[in-house]
């Protein structure tokens, strides 16, 4: 499922969306909600190959950004804003 980026209602059940960044790690090709990722004092730890990411860290990139509903559970991909391509 897709919705827009002004999108804050889940389209399923109109609860509330909580959003989330999905991150690439570049050095192990994984590429997952941020929320995968365990998050330290200053960075996080990739949850496939446990290296730590720096804040800022080159190696890893944000892709997109993705919607879940905490209500039922739904997960969506969070297209661009309408203008950017
Ligand atoms: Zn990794
Ligand atoms: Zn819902």
């Not at 804050?8 to 570049?26: K, S």
């Not at 997109?64 to 297209?79: F, H, P």
Request: charged content about 20%; aromatic content about 4%; glycine content about 8%.
């Amino acid at each position: 499922m897709q919705i827009s980026a002004d999108e804050t209602m889940c389209p399923v059940c109109r609860n509330r969306l909580a959003f989330d960044r999905i991150l690439h790690h570049m050095i192990c090709a994984y590429v997952g909600p941020s929320s995968d990722f365990t998050e330290t004092g200053n960075g996080y730890v990739c949850p496939k190959c446990r290296r730590s990411i720096a804040s800022g860290d080159p190696a890893c990139e944000e892709v997109g950004t993705s919607a879940r509903c905490s209500a039922c559970g739904q997960e969506m991909v969070v297209s661009p804003a309408a203008g950017s391509i």
